[in-house]
């Protein structure tokens, strides 16, 4: 069976089923809207990798990346300008410029969701960004999550969760909130690269025992003089 949204649809109504026998009586739009929030909540440990792309417009130095890309953007990797790779500036050097838009763009600086660059910017440049980015909400049942196959559970049991908590059904919402909490750490757990796991700290599971110096036996003094003379 193919994975799309209509397969996890499927699958939380089943689940719904389970419970009782109005457990499916859930508009498609209340599950969707789960489903979302689900993949906004996991999107912390499922950053995905993308690239964008927008045109400039002469002299017009500032852009809204939001606007400009369609894109939820995470971070910044990689910014390059008509081809050429350009560098971030922090705000203090940015604001001691006196001249901010002569030159080539050989820099920008980014505030809050705009990006401003530095030199003289031309009309119908190409700026390609590489960057990480949230998950894309979804919106049909033919829309097919970003997230592995693997978080499947997870998103299952958050949206379950929400599912009986919009019902007023709080314990069950809490009883399946539970089993996405245990989902979602397992889902960290295995989210780390293997490089990464080798660099991290392990428990010893053998220890040094208990230092002794072989040079004294029972208790070593250390007033010389007791008698004080």
């Not at 001249?99 to 820099?107: D, F, H, L, M, Q």
């Amino acid at each position: 069976m193919r994975r799309n949204t209509d397969t996890l649809i499927r699958r939380i109504r089943e689940e719904l089923r389970a419970d009782g026998p109005d457990g499916a009586g859930y508009s498609d739009f209340i599950i969707i809207d789960a489903i979302n929030s689900a993949l906004d909540d996991l999107s912390g440990i499922f950053t995905i990798r993308d690239t964008a792309e927008f045109t400039t417009r002469a002299g017009e130095n500032t852009y809204n990346l939001a606007e400009e890309t369609g894109v939820e953007i995470v971070d910044i990797i990689r910014i390059e300008y008509d081809g050429n790779k350009t560098s971030g500036k922090r705000i203090d050097p940015y604001l001691d410029l006196t001249v901010s838009t002569e030159g080539p763009v050989r820099e920008w600086f980014l505030w809050g969701k705009s990006i401003t660059f530095v030199g003289e910017v031309e009309d119908n440049k190409t700026v390609r960004l590489w960057i990480t980015r949230a998950p894309k909400k979804i919106s049909t049942r033919d829309d097919v999550p970003e997230l592995p196959s693997y978080a499947d559970e997870a998103i299952v049991a958050y949206a379950v969760s929400v599912c009986y908590r919009e019902s007023k059904d709080y314990d069950r919402a809490n009883y399946h909130y539970s089993i996405y909490l245990g989902q979602k750490n397992e889902l960290l757990r295995r989210g780390i690269p293997q490089g990464q796991k080798d660099g991290l700290s392990v428990m010893r599971d053998s220890y040094m025992g208990p230092f002794r110096p072989y040079l004294w036996r029972g208790c070593v003094r250390t007033d010389k003089n007791p008698g004080g003379r």
